[in-house]
């Protein structure tokens, strides 16, 4: 059994900027992220899902109009 504890949000949240550079906005919530993807081409769609996803977050995957969200939340 795993006894390591996720890091706290604020080190993902950094975590994810520096991986997502000008592909994506990073929004903090109280309860996870909202990720607006600007470059859906270049954007590295597997280690977004996998470092939220091995987090347990809950990952939905919306659009408005021509653009695209990712919502994570715990």
Known sequence: MDTKASPPAAKIAEDLRHLLGDMA????????F??????????????VFKMLLYRDYKVNLSRRKADIYIEALI
């Open 34 to 47: 909202k990720i607006k993807v600007y470059h859906t081409k270049a954007f590295p769609w597997d280690d």
């Open 25 to 32: 906005n990073v929004q903090e919530l109280p309860e996870g």
